[in-house]
């Protein structure tokens, strides 16, 4: 048996039992959470910049697709145009030609291009197409003219009519173009 005699006053005894520290308790449960939460925003900054340049990467390559798209639907008007070209350029190149059997097809092919604006007749001589029609309004007769001349650059094309009407209380304008071989 042991017995010790404890001659402090009471209030200066050490107990049996250990008194907790809750510093270093605190102290050892938030440097883990600390850390691991310094690890985790790294981790996830890591993973939103990965994110950004693939969003940066497909964003690319779908501008590259668009472009690509655009490419080929210009490259088919260009193939129609051409054919257009090749159809006004035998139709005028033999002045003797009495029969134009390819006028529909011309009809159907021509960029008109403005809304409101109708061919109602075409017209073919030698070394030259007339063109006629009605528009509802005076910018989409000059709209057509550029398309015209654009189109058919290797021809010239000059307002051969403009005449404004008014059926009612609506006001429209018949036009005449004309197409003809340089020279």
Do not use: C
Not at 36 to 59: D, G, P
Not at 100 to 113: A, H, K, M, N, S
Not at 117 to 132: A, N, Y
Request: net charge negative; aromatic share 6%; proline share 4%.
């Amino acid at each position: 048996m042991n017995i010790s005699n404890n001659l402090l006053p009471e209030q200066e005894r050490v107990s049996g039992q250990p008194k907790v520290n809750w510093v270093k308790i605190v102290a050892l449960i938030s440097i883990p959470l600390v850390l691991w939460m310094t690890i985790y925003t790294v981790v996830l900054n890591r993973s939103l910049e990965t994110m950004r340049s693939r969003l940066e990467v497909t964003q690319s390559q779908s501008r590259q697709l668009d472009v690509g798209l655009q490419l080929s639907s210009l490259q088919a008007q260009h193939q129609e145009l051409k054919g257009t070209i090749t159809v006004l350029s035998s139709l005028l190149s033999d002045p003797t030609r009495t029969s134009f059997p390819q006028v529909e097809e011309l009809l159907l092919r021509l960029p008109i291009g403005a809304e409101g604006t109708w061919l109602q007749h075409v017209s073919l001589g030698p070394g030259r197409i007339l063109l006629e029609g009605v528009s509802l309004d005076f910018e989409s007769v000059t709209s057509l003219g550029r398309t015209l001349t654009t189109t058919f650059g290797g021809f010239k094309v000059k307002l051969e009519e403009i005449r404004e009407l008014t059926i009612g209380q609506q006001t429209i304008f018949r036009f005449g173009y004309s197409v003809e071989t340089e020279g």
